[in-house]
């Protein structure tokens, strides 16, 4: 999929993320956050002046969240994504009020929505993981010039097809049909069982 249509998948399909910001000490805070908007240029949620989120993404506009769906764990599809806030005021509040006609239960009114503030996440980057595919499925996206930040584990030139790993490998994602083996990244489930194994080392973790 593309980058809007996870985008898309957040706010629809999820819609209630765990959101994760730091205090004054610098310590992770996290609260449940809805996600109220999404377009090309990002995702939007909002939160009242007078709460402490407020007051932390206002000095530190830095966030982090994760959302799944799912009946159960083998089911469940989740989205992780980090990235840079920035306030747009009620710029977009009716239009939220509009698609998310519950928050007019806790906002019955023009004046009790006063305090209330629209946040943009306009640079990030995410990844998608699908527990319910075999093997497991993920995808790395970005937008707004956000940089991928996840790292993943690579067979190096020391390898020589003793295909220990293979043989480990949870998910069968590794490939030994050639003289280097290989991991399908998008198969990975990242579990380091392959570098552990490895006798000569030739298996680390990078950042792409």
């Known amino acids: 999929m593309n980058t809007e249509k996870y985008l898309q998948m957040i706010q629809q399909d999820i819609h209630s993320v765990v959101f994760a910001t730091t205090d004054e000490n610098h310590y992770p805070v996290t609260c449940v956050i809805d996600i109220m908007l999404s377009d090309r240029d990002g995702l939007y949620f909002l939160t009242a002046k007078g709460k402490n989120l407020y007051e932390r993404l206002k000095n530190r506009p830095i966030i982090s969240f994760t959302g799944m769906k799912g009946a159960d764990t083998l089911s469940c599809k989740s989205i992780t994504l980090r990235g840079e806030v920035r306030e747009i005021g009620q710029k977009r509040l009716s239009e939220i009020f509009e698609k998310n006609p519950y928050m ?105």
């Open 104 to 208: 007019k239960a806790i906002y019955p009114t023009g004046e009790s929505r006063m305090a209330l503030t629209v946040f943009h996440i306009y640079r990030g980057s995410g990844e998608y993981f699908d527990l319910s595919r075999k093997p497991v499925y993920r995808e790395q996206f970005s937008f707004g010039g956000g940089q991928n930040h996840a790292s993943y584990f690579f067979v190096t030139d020391k390898c020589n097809s003793c295909k220990r790993c293979a043989k480990i490998c949870p998910q069968n994602c590794i490939d030994v049909s050639s003289h280097t083996a290989k991991i399908q990244q998008k198969h990975c489930l990242h579990c380091g069982n392959c570098k552990e194994i490895c006798p000569l080392q030739a298996i680390e973790r990078r950042t792409l």
